[in-house]
Structures are given as C-alpha cells and as structure tokens.
C-alpha cells in the first residue's frame, strides 16, 4: 500500500506522524510524497486557529483532487473536535482523533468505505505510546513525554482536543532515549502538549526535572532540548539541577502569550509578568547567554492600544531573543469567543505586523552578540555548496564544508545573514 502524510501544527503532531510513518514502513507499505498519487491518505490535523483548521480542510481536499478512489484519514486535533465537518468538508473516509493514533495503521489495512470514526468521549484516555525517532537520514529525534492540558485557557480548545494530562512512564522515556542515541540521533527534543505537567498522574509523580536529568544521563553524547514551557517550572531548584548537564541545550521557550498583566488575567494564564521576568532572571543567572524564545498573541479581546503597548515593551525589557507572533483567533467553545469588546481583524493584523517587527529587532539583537563566539553546530542540510545546522541555542549556522551531514563541530560565528548565522569551521 502506498501511504502519503501531511502533517499540521505542534511538535507533538510532528513526533506522531514520523511515529506512524515508522509504524507504516514497519508493517511493508511504502511512503509517498503528498502530492504524488496513493492508495491512503493520512492528514494530521491541528485546530489551534481559524487558519489552521482551513489549511488541515484544504489539505484534505488536495489528495482527493489527485486520487479520488484513495482512502483518505483525518487525524489530530481538528479531526477531534470538528468530526462530522471534516466527515462532510473533507470527503473523510475515517476521522481517528487523538488518542491512540495507532489505530490508523490499522484502520488504513482494512478501512471499508463506512465513515469510520474513532474518538475520545470524555474518559481520560491512556498515554499513546507511539516508537520515538523517524526515517534514516534525521539528525534530530522528537520524544513525547507527556499529552493533554488542563489549563483552559480562555482563548484555546487544545484541552478539549487532547484530553487531560497525561505522562509518558519514566523509565520507558528513558529507555526510549538511550535508544534514539544507539541509532545515531545526536539532539533528542522532548515534546507534549504541557511538558511542564509531566510526571503529575504518575506514580511517585515524578517531575520534569527528574526526567531530564535522567535523560541527560542515559544519552550522554545526544543534545538534548525542551519543548514549551510554562514560566512557573522555573524555579531556583529547576535551574541548579540542570545547569550542570553538559548535554541540555541552553534555550528554553518560556509561553508568554501578553506581556500585559490585564491581559494575562483575561486569558486565565496562571502567572503574572513579575513571575515571568523572575524566570528569565533564574535562566540567565545559571545560563549565562541563553535563548529565551516565546510565543505572543496580539489582539485579544478586550486588548487596547495600551495594552498591546504595555505587551510588547515587557517582551523587549525581557530581551526575548525569538518571538512568534500571532494574532488572537477567537475559537468557538472556548470562553474567550464570547468575550465582548473583540479586536477588529484588520486591528489585529496591524498590530502583529509591529509586533513582528519589534520582535525582529530582539531577535538581531541576540544573533549579533553570537560573533566572534565558537559554538558547537549540528549539522543537518546542505544546500549551493553551503551546509546548514543549529547551535545548543537554536540559532541557524551556515558554514562551508563537505559531507558534514550528523557531525557535530566547533564554528566561529562571523556574522549575520537575515536570520542566519554565518561562520567558519574550526579544524583542529
């Protein structure tokens, strides 16, 4: 059978598409491009915005213009909430969800043209285990450690999507590590949904300190880096456990959505800006020159043109040095979307432009104090002659050489391209 994927969203959505891939050449089907012609079609939806359950729709649609008699799956997040609409706006075959994407392997063999749908309803599911690392020839493994949320955050439907928390077992992630770093991986990144909630529904409830310090151990030679964090596992005892792992990557993407206290409020964020600047100041004091990256909605409801002031000069105070910008999409079933006093959307785009540029400034900032510096680049492409790869901070390096594909080597940083470090190898 041939198998074609299209993958939308998070991290976590990545690590589990490469995990059914896997679980797909495993069992003999050959993979496809998605814009080639195949027997089953797998969509990994994401509905995190308007935007992002038009283009999981569009994706859909796409692979029936080009095999109408293919099988076509929806899973994911959009595929959770929405069911009957991607059944009806997508010509689905079968809608998964996303808990236990195993499944679709399986309901892919033996999918009969009978609307299959499969989903979560309300129980809280079990941990998806689902094998870590991807196809030969990656240099960077994603490791899910923990599903689900329970924050509810006034303008997101993820909890509703993904279900209540839930951890991977530490020893299985552990093991799991050690053996991404037997088949040659050198960075492991660990992902969930609220990486920072991991170990709370385990027995002894371990924390995410414990596992990455157990981790570190396990691979020792393999980078290892954090996904999303919520600015309270920062702490005193956070920073002083792990500064001293040779192989943890000093970047940590702290969520901060507002820089606005009123805002953060509105959102039900659970920390205020003192907490936060508090946790890039623990960050920098025992990692000096870190990469303290983050996330910012502008235009939420009831966000005026103070607030949205007040927002983004704490994000340059905090000297942030990358920002994503997005702008609030109200989502339907979430408190915010009956919020009153909406920003208008032609508001929002305007502001998120100079968000965006403000933002770029912080993040040239930070790309300039990196030459004259050697850092250690992992090396992953190549592209005209010129191989790219990213430093412990996830800063993007370019550098000439040859056949550098999964090394690891010292580079003196000599300048900056955009948003590319350029540099030299350093030859011993």
């Not at 690392?133 to 999507?161: E, H, M």
């Not at 805002?263 to 920098?284: G, Q, V």
């Not at 965006?356 to 004259?372: K, M, N, P, T, V």
Request: hydrophobic share 35%.
């Amino acid at each position: 059978m041939k198998a074609a994927f299209y993958t939308l969203g998070c991290k976590a959505n990545q690590f589990e598409t490469q995990a059914l891939e896997r679980l797909f050449v495993e069992h003999g089907h050959q993979l496809v491009p998605f814009d080639g012609w195949a027997d089953v079609y797998i969509v990994n939806t994401c509905t995190v915005t308007a935007l992002s359950d038009k283009k999981s729709r569009n994706a859909a649609r796409r692979c029936k213009k080009i095999n109408p008699d293919a099988r076509l799956i929806l899973c994911g997040c959009y595929a959770q909430v929405k069911p009957e609409e991607a059944k009806a706006m997508c010509g689905a075959d079968a809608v998964v969800g996303t808990a236990d994407k195993s499944r679709v392997l399986s309901i892919a063999e033996g999918l009969s043209r009978d609307g299959v749908t499969q989903l979560w309803h309300g129980e809280k599911p079990a941990f998806d285990i689902l094998p870590a690392g991807g196809l030969s020839g990656r240099t960077r493994a994603l490791l899910k450690v923990q599903d689900g949320c329970q924050n509810f955050c006034t303008y997101c439907r993820i909890p509703y999507a993904r279900g209540p928390e839930r951890s991977m077992p530490f020893s299985y992630a552990v093991d799991e590590a050690a053996r991404l770093a037997g088949e040659g991986y050198r960075e492991i990144v660990l992902t969930g949904i609220e990486i920072s909630a991991y170990g709370r529904d385990l027995p002894d409830s371990p924390t995410l300190t414990d596992l990455v310090e157990a981790i570190c151990r396990a691979a020792p030679g393999v980078r290892i880096r954090l996904g999303s964090l919520e600015p309270r596992t920062v702490t005193e005892d956070f920073a002083a456990r792990l500064a001293p792992l040779p192989n943890l990557c000093p970047q940590f993407h702290l969520s901060l959505q507002s820089g606005c206290d009123k805002t953060l409020k509105a959102m039900n964020r659970k920390y205020d800006t003192a907490r936060y600047r508090l946790s890039c100041e623990i960050l920098r004091e025992h990692f000096p020159g870190c990469a303290i990256t983050t996330d910012l909605i502008v235009g939420f409801a009831g966000e005026t043109g103070q607030d949205f002031e007040d927002s983004l000069r704490f994000v340059e105070e905090c000297k942030l040095c990358k920002v994503h910008v997005f702008p609030y999409s109200r989502r339907e079933g979430t408190r915010g979307y009956d919020l009153p006093e909406q920003v208008p959307n032609a508001l929002k785009a305007i502001r998120a432009q100079e968000a965006a540029r403000r933002c770029g400034a912080l993040e040239q900032e930070y790309l300039r104090s990196r030459i004259g510096l050697v850092r250690p680049v992992l090396f992953e492409q190549e592209e005209d002659g010129w191989f790219t790869g990213h430093i412990p901070e996830y800063c993007l390096v370019r550098a000439k050489g040859e056949a550098l594909h999964n090394q690891i080597l010292p580079v003196r940083i000599t300048g900056v391209r955009d948003t590319t470090l350029t540099g030299e190898i350093v030859y011993e």
